[in-house]
């Protein structure tokens, strides 16, 4: 696996982590408006936009999964969970609507089942 994938879900992550926490947007908007933006500058930087920009949308999902009940430590580990399911899972899933969603949500869910079960918990 390459360091291009989680790093690119991190941003994505991340960004929309903090966007959602705006009044004017919540984390659909977020993750739209950060969408188009990383696709249009990856196109223009010509850096295999429909690959990068995947990855990127994947990794806005986990930003907007709970911005109210995640911290970054739990954003920064399902974002890289998020990768190494998008390097596996996904080419498995081909032709199966939601491959890219599925895999946000078990990376979500892998997290958050390590919570409840005692992890340490980021700060909200």
């Not at 010509?46 to 990855?55: D, R, T």
């Not at 081909?94 to 079960?117: N, R």
Request: contains cysteine; positive net charge.
């Amino acid at each position: 696996m390459s360091l291009e994938y989680p790093l690119i879900a991190l941003l994505g992550a991340f960004l929309t982590f903090f966007l959602a926490k705006h009044n004017r947007f919540d984390a659909i908007r977020a993750s739209a408006a950060l969408s188009i933006v990383a696709y249009l500058l990856l196109s223009v930087l010509n850096l295999n936009p429909e690959l990068y920009s995947i990855v990127f949308f994947g990794g806005t999902f986990i930003g907007m999964s709970a911005p109210h009940r995640f911290g970054i430590y739990t954003v920064t580990n399902s974002a890289i969970i998020f990768s190494i399911l998008f390097e596996y899972l996904v080419p498995r899933l081909d032709g199966y609507g939601g491959a890219l969603g599925i895999s946000a949500f078990l990376s979500v869910c892998i997290c958050h089942t390590f919570i409840l079960l005692g992890a340490p918990r980021s700060k909200k």
